[in-house]
């Protein structure tokens, strides 16, 4: 039976969810992605989610188990599917992931907002601009315009914060070791979001994580290259 797997869409389909993209490529993994039957949910499509007794996406069925959010959708496949390439390889792993996931949430995705949320206006359906514009203005406390003035500077500070992830796969390789694991994709969300929906470069060409965020783009056959975006 296959998976029925809800992700935010914008324009054309296209997938930018920084969550939906650790979920995805969590999936795809498992060798489960390319059967799942997605389910497109834009701003207002809310109510699609009303099942899950939340309002948030990712959210996968599975026959008749419903799980939302990224880590626990993460953590159901690794034990549901254990014939599958391990996803955190033991409890270390899936500490090491968790790690990740929220040095993620709490550092990187802050300052790739401010690189990129007004952007995101323009890659979304134009029934659902004046909802994000409002309710993101009020998380940022200005208009996206304002949010996004001083995005070089941003920047040079989203470098600084990427120190770790530097120095981790500055060698070569994964944060999982010679293959990705779901620490990779945590981090990797943040750049595939970024990458979807705005033609801001985030990093140089000679930065260790743009090699790395290049090997991560060619995994699955490719499968993060293919959705539609900006190549930068």
């Not at 969810?17 to 499509?45: I, Y």
């Not at 009303?50 to 069925?61: D, M, R, T």
């Not at 802050?110 to 409002?134: G, K, M, N, Q, S």
Request: hydrophobic content about 40%; aromatic content about 12%.
């Amino acid at each position: 039976m296959a998976i029925d797997f809800y992700d935010l869409s914008g324009l054309g389909g296209r997938r930018f969810s920084p969550f939906g993209w650790r979920a995805r490529l969590a999936l795809a993994h498992k060798g489960l992605e390319s059967g799942a039957r997605v389910e497109h949910v834009r701003f207002s499509d809310k109510h699609k989610l009303a099942f899950s007794g939340q309002e948030l996406v990712p959210v996968i069925v599975d026959g008749g188990t419903v799980v939302s959010d990224s880590w626990e959708i993460a953590r159901y496949l690794e034990g549901a599917y254990p014939g599958g390439p391990p996803l955190f390889a033991g409890p270390g792993g899936e500490a090491g992931a968790r790690f990740v996931a929220a040095w993620t949430d709490s550092r990187v995705h802050p300052l790739v907002a401010r690189c990129v949320v007004r952007d995101i206006l323009d890659a979304i359906e134009p029934e659902d601009r004046a909802y994000f514009r409002a309710s993101r203005e009020k998380r940022f406390g200005a208009p996206l315009e304002e949010t996004v003035a001083n995005r070089e500077e941003t920047r040079g500070e989203l470098k600084m914060a990427l120190y770790p992830l530097r120095k981790a796969v500055e060698g070569g390789g994964f944060l999982g070791g010679a293959g990705p694991n779901f620490a990779d994709y945590a981090a990797f969300g943040a750049f595939m979001w970024a990458r979807v929906v705005s033609p801001f470069r985030l990093l140089e060409a000679d930065d260790p994580v743009y090699a790395w965020r290049e090997r991560m783009l060619d995994l699955h056959d490719g499968l993060p290259r293919a959705e539609p975006g900006f190549p930068v």
